[in-house]
Nanobody, 125 residues
Framework: QVQLVESGGGLVQPGGSLTLSCAAS????????IGWFRQAPGKEREGVSC????????FYADSVKGRFTISRDNAKNTVYLQMNSLKPEDTVVYYC??????????????????WGQGTQVTVSS
């Protein structure tokens, strides 16, 4: 059974850091592009970051560039999202997703075949 499971969310103060994990089962992440998305209540799910299946190239939304870092550990079949300098507006549910290939930009959520259940990140003092 193909499954993605996010973990690592929680409550953090503004300026703090969190690392989200996306663990895969039922398939090997090595051959997949892995994206992180986030969604606030009543808003569309937006792309945060993506790591390439080919050469581990990384992509970021402008809103997180310089603060977030995506990486993968193929031995653990896991992708990470290191989030630094967190802001209250980063408070949303974060999802990871996987796809073998794109026909449109990485932040198009329609391109992804598999999704995790999401993990809540709350940035508040």
């Amino acid at each position: 059974q193909v499954q993605l499971v996010e973990s690592g969310g929680g409550l953090v103060q503004p300026g703090g850091s969190l690392t989200l994990s996306c663990a895969a089962s039922g398939f090997t992440l090595d051959y997949y592009y892995i994206g992180w998305f986030r969604q606030a209540p009543g808003k569309e799910r937006e792309g945060v970051s993506c790591i390439s299946a080919l050469d581990d190239s990384t992509f970021y939304a402008d809103s997180v560039k310089g603060r977030f870092t995506i990486s993968r550990d193929n031995a653990k079949n896991t992708v990470y999202l290191q989030m630094n300098s967190l802001k209250p507006e980063d408070t949303v549910v974060y999802y990871c997703a996987a796809t073998r290939a794109f026909s449109s930009p990485w932040y198009n959520r329609g391109e992804y075949d598999y999704w995790g259940q999401g993990t809540q990140v709350t940035v508040s003092s």
